[in-house]
């Protein structure tokens, strides 16, 4: 059938929404599907121009992608709806799916099956935008609400917007990794094991955790893959020690060989995490997010070490991972030296990459929500 899948997100860009946008857009075309990407004309290229969108993301291009106008900054809303309800009508979609609320109305207010997707409670940024929800999920053509934990279902339903019977659990995933062997040259000696984290560097991901158990385990290499310039300057001018490696942002392509080249990878949760770009703590997502290097990490078949918080426990588990309670340095520590153990990383790593080939697959993902 035709998907038109609608969203906010600036593509290209460094934002973990854009990649997760982009690999659900694959994901629907690999299961046979015509798909086609709106978005708007938002872009940013902060590491020189990008050849081509669809490597940069390391998805194929096996869809296509529209862009809605952005240049009309006094009546922004009335040209997107113009520019949605165009794309409607040339496109024809069966179905309409997005994770843009905005645009999911439009689509069943003009008679398009359409099935949403939220990845925190829409209400936590504007009553406006909970009213607006309301109006979605009461129309004939909505489907269905997904949502990316039970921890986040647990909030929609008790907060009465929407019926147990229209919502959907589907955590995140990966791509399922075809090359094990390409790595990369990392920097430290080469006698120490190689202790991996990629992705964002901002408030509660983690990065608090790697500044103090580093020191205390310099028979180890830290290797840091991702963050903004801003927060790289920042972490190294909190940490003394001469065992972590910035490497800055990636293309995603490129990630896979470092996470290939790591021993050991990290998820570092904290109680609080802040969406990127914001300091307001009202805006936690720690409770039901459902952060992407998990999946890559266990797609890649690595041993993990992760916070022992309720909605990682959704996908980890003991024979999975290692928790380690989020502020416990001595846990973390203790879980590093019980990993130097080749047999132990291998029996952990195993178990993970097989619960990821059963269940978290984009391609299955995919599959599952539609």
């Not at 009213?131 to 269905?144: A, D, W």
């Not at 509660?204 to 790697?210: D, L, R, S």
């Not at 830290?222 to 910035?246: C, L, Q, R």
Request: proline share 3%.
């Amino acid at each position: 059938m035709n998907i038109l899948y609608i969203a906010r997100s600036t593509i290209p860009s460094r934002e973990a929404n854009s990649i997760q946008v982009m690999k659900m857009c694959q994901a629907f075309a690999q299961n046979g599907h015509k798909v086609m990407l709106l978005v708007t004309n938002k872009q940013q290229t902060p590491d020189g121009d990008i050849d081509n969108i669809y490597t940069a993301y390391g998805v194929k291009e096996c869809f296509t992608i529209q862009r809605l106008p952005s240049d009309h900054k006094k009546a922004r809303a009335f040209f997107e709806i113009i520019g949605i309800k165009k794309t409607l009508a040339a496109f024809k979609p069966d179905l309409v799916y997005g994770r843009c609320s905005f645009g999911c109305t439009i689509a069943c207010m003009n008679g398009y099956h359409t099935i949403y997707e939220a990845h925190g409670p829409i209400w936590s940024s504007s009553t406006l935008k909970k009213y607006g929800f309301l109006l979605l999920s009461r129309n004939k053509n909505f489907k269905r609400l997904i949502v990316i934990s039970e921890a986040l279902k647990k909030l929609y339903i008790n907060e009465k917007i929407i019926t147990t019977d229209k919502i959907y659990v589907a955590h995140d995933g990966a791509d399922e990794i075809t090359d094990f062997d390409t790595k990369v040259k990392l920097h430290g000696k080469s006698n120490k094991l190689n202790i991996g984290y990629s992705g964002h560097l901002y408030t509660g991901k983690g990065m608090e955790v790697i500044t103090k158990i580093a020191p205390l385990a310099k028979e180890f290499n830290f290797h840091i893959v991702g963050g903004t310039e801003k927060d790289i300057a920042y972490w190294k001018s909190v940490i003394s020690t001469d065992n972590v490696y910035f490497y800055g942002f990636l293309p995603q392509n490129d990630v896979a060989k470092y996470i290939n080249s790591f021993d050991i990878c990290l998820l570092p949760n904290q109680k609080i995490v802040l969406p990127c770009g914001t300091q307001d703590t009202k805006r936690n997502i720690s409770d039901f997010t459902s952060p992407l290097k998990m999946f890559e990490y266990m797609a890649h078949k690595k041993a993990i070490i992760a916070s022992d918080l309720p909605v990682l426990r959704e996908v980890l588990n003991s024979s999975n991972s290692q928790l380690v309670p989020c502020d416990d340095i001595n846990g973390w520590l203790s879980a590093l030296d019980n990993f130097k153990d080749l047999q132990k990383r291998e029996v952990v790593a195993q178990q993970a990459y097989s619960d990821f080939m059963q269940t978290y697959r984009w391609k299955k993902r995919a599959k599952l929500v539609l």
